[in-house]
Each structure stands twice: as C-alpha cells, then as structure tokens.
C-alpha cells in the first residue's frame, strides 16, 4: 500500500491520505471545495464548488500516476439534492467515462461545503 500526497491538492485536514495505491487501484479520500494554495473554501455556487473538487481529484490522481479517466467509482455527497443537476452538469464535464457513482444527500458536509467527492480508480 502506498500513500499518495501532492501540494496540488489541499492537504488532508485529519488523520488521513489525499488517496492510497493499492493492487492496482487507487482510493481518494473525500475531496472538497478547498483551494489548496490557501487551504480556504472557494466560496460561491455549487457549480464553482464541484469544478474546485474536481480539480482537486484531478491533481491528487495524478499524483499516483491516474486520472479521472480512469475512475471507476465515484461516491458523491451533497448537502442538498436541489443542487443535483447543477452538480451534475460540471460532474459530467470532467467524469467524461462515465464511472459507476453513488451521489446521496448529507445533513452536513466539512468547513459547510456544498459537496464532496471520493473516487475508485485503477493505475
């Protein structure tokens, strides 16, 4: 098992990885809206907040020499389904291969972001 960090990606706000290699996948942690050279919320809409997030993944999955294009499963959390197809538009444009995805509502969500992201990928 190999732990995957990256400075292009906000670094992990608790006692876990950005993402973890192992037997050929890779496993995100959640990613949130955080912009990781200020380790701050990027404030505005769902839509400026996945495109944050999916940046993030983007970064982190190239760090363990992945992509978006390679993901197989994405588990999508929002902190309200009124945002879905909002969320699912900007989704749509960067998970072009349309991986399996689980996307469920949340009461709450870390630093009160509107979404977060984890993704299964292969190597």
């Known amino acids: 098992m190999q732990k995957i960090h ?3 990606a906000p670094a992990a706000i608790g006692p876990y990885s950005q993402a973890v290699k192992a037997n050929g996948f890779i496993f995100t942690s ?3 809206a955080l ?6 919320v990027v404030q505005g809409s ?4 996945t ?3 999916c940046e993030n993944l983007k970064a982190v999955l190239a ?5 978006l294009d390679k993901a197989v499963k994405t588990t ?3 902190a309200d389904m009124n945002d879905f197809a909002a969320f699912n538009e900007v989704y749509g444009q960067y998970f072009t291969e349309k ?3 689980s996307c469920v509502a949340v009461k709450t969500l870390p630093k009160n972001v509107l979404a977060e992201v984890e993704v299964i990928a292969t190597e």
């Open 76 to 78: 999508c959390f929002l």
């Open 30 to 32: 959640g990613q949130i």
């Open 46 to 49: 769902i839509a400026e907040q």
């Open 99 to 101: 991986p399996a995805r």
């Open 6 to 8: 990256t400075e292009n």
């Open 35 to 40: 912009d990781p050279a200020t380790g701050a």
């Open 63 to 67: 760090a363990a020499g992945s992509s």
């Open 51 to 53: 495109r944050r997030i």
